[in-house]
């Protein structure tokens, strides 16, 4: 099992720059394919970004790519998103979540999922 903190969430106008982490507890991080979902204020949750366990595979939502990048580090036992360009359609809360499968763009298929951080663009 891995608990998940995510932290680094603000207020940021728009143009700017932030960059998200999610802790995770235990000794097993790099068993874990991480993950990047946001959900809008009366939207449901959606993908962002993904990354396997050796961090040599990513994926990113077209909403974000090119904007977006989700890094890891397996000794910190840390995931990263840096989130530049931000706009006011990126304010949401955003969550980091584990799979111990291979990673996806459904949250259907995450195990371990943190409790989650604001970030709001304002315009």
């Known amino acids: 099992q891995v608990q998940l903190v995510e932290s680094g969430g603000g207020l940021v106008q728009a143009g700017g720059s932030l960059r998200l982490s999610c802790a995770a507890s235990?000794?097993?991080?790099?068993?874990?394919?991480m993950g990047w979902f946001r959900q809008p204020p009366g939207k449901e949750r959606e993908f962002v970004a993904a990354i396997s366990r050796s961090g040599g595979t990513t994926y990113y939502a077209g909403s974000v790519k090119g904007r977006f990048t989700i890094s890891r580090d397996n000794v910190k036992n840390t995931v990263y998103l840096q989130m530049n360009s931000l706009k006011p359609e990126d304010t949401a809360v955003y969550y980091c979540?584990?799979?111990?499968?291979?990673?996806?763009?459904?949250?259907?298929?995450?195990?371990?999922w943190g409790q989650g951080t604001q970030v709001t663009v304002s315009s």
């Open positions: 235990g000794r097993t991080f790099s068993r874990y394919g």
């Open positions: 979540a584990a799979t111990t499968g291979i990673i996806s763009y459904s949250y259907h298929e995450y195990d371990y």
